[in-house]
């Protein structure tokens, strides 16, 4: 099995409603982040967790929010959805250095 | 916070010749340097790692260089093969902007033609 999942792994939505994307993990890893993908931009760092009672902010917070449910769940909610959300979503865990990723989410808002 | 530069965007080589892609960063304080490999349809990997008391590293065909007092550090990929077509990253972590996780180069489309 893997060890970070996402669900789903493709979302179509409209423009203004919310939506939550979720990450589980079974590496037992306490930190997770949430990464967003465009093509040409690379991956921007969204938020991240050191723990369950740990949450910052990332390099593109806005329209965003998390949740951290669990050492093993990490979820990212767009509260109303724009289009230039449209976008490939990753979770991310590590235990300092190396991440490990998930499969990724593809949103697009319409 | 950190900044990441990568070159090139995209890289096309014959296979069975040396690829190489290059990285520079800004922040001096940075000391942990990975490379990630992402195919199609699937989330980044990482192939190999260095950090910064170290000037080189090889894993069979990739290795990786790191120049500190120049802020650059290249991927080497010898002998390619079709199955190293992929989009790479080149990342750097940022002690000095809190964020605790990594800053990505903007990636490179590796193909290889056959």
């Known amino acids: 099995d893997a060890d970070v999942t996402q669900t789903p792994r493709n979302r179509i939505t409209k423009t203004g409603k919310r939506i939550m994307l979720e990450c589980s993990q079974t590496?037992?890893?306490?930190?997770m982040y949430w990464y967003r993908q465009d093509p040409g931009l690379g991956l921007r760092l969204i938020y991240y967790?050191?723990?369950?009672?740990?949450?910052n902010k990332g390099e593109i917070s806005d329209g965003y929010s998390v949740s951290r449910q669990a050492q093993a769940k990490f979820s990212l909610s767009l509260e109303s959805a724009i289009p230039n959300q449209t976008a490939l979503y990753f979770c991310?865990?590590?235990?300092?250095?190396?991440?490990?990723f998930g499969p990724g989410t593809r949103l697009t808002v319409t | 916070g950190e900044n990441v530069e990568q070159h090139p965007s995209t890289l096309s080589v014959q296979e069975g010749d040396s690829a190489v892609i290059k990285c520079t960063y800004s922040?001096?304080?940075?000391?942990?340097f990975p490379w990630y490999k992402q195919e199609l349809g699937k989330g980044p990997q990482l192939i190999i790692d260095?950090?910064?008391?170290?000037g080189e590293k090889k894993d069979q065909r990739i290795a990786v260089t790191l120049n500190k007092t120049a802020k650059h550090f290249s991927l080497h990929i010898t002998e390619t093969q079709p199955e190293d077509s992929a989009v790479y990253f080149c990342?750097?972590?940022?002690?000095?902007?809190?964020?605790?996780?990594?800053?990505f180069g903007k990636g490179t489309h590796l193909i290889i033609q056959p």
């Open positions: 991310a865990t590590s235990d300092r250095y190396e991440q490990y």
């Open positions: 590496k037992g890893h306490d930190r």
């Open positions: 967790s050191f723990d369950v009672k740990d949450i």
């Open positions: 922040d001096s304080a940075s000391n942990y």
């Open positions: 260095i950090r910064s008391n170290v």
């Open positions: 990342a750097a972590d940022d002690p000095g902007g809190g964020a605790d996780g990594l800053t």
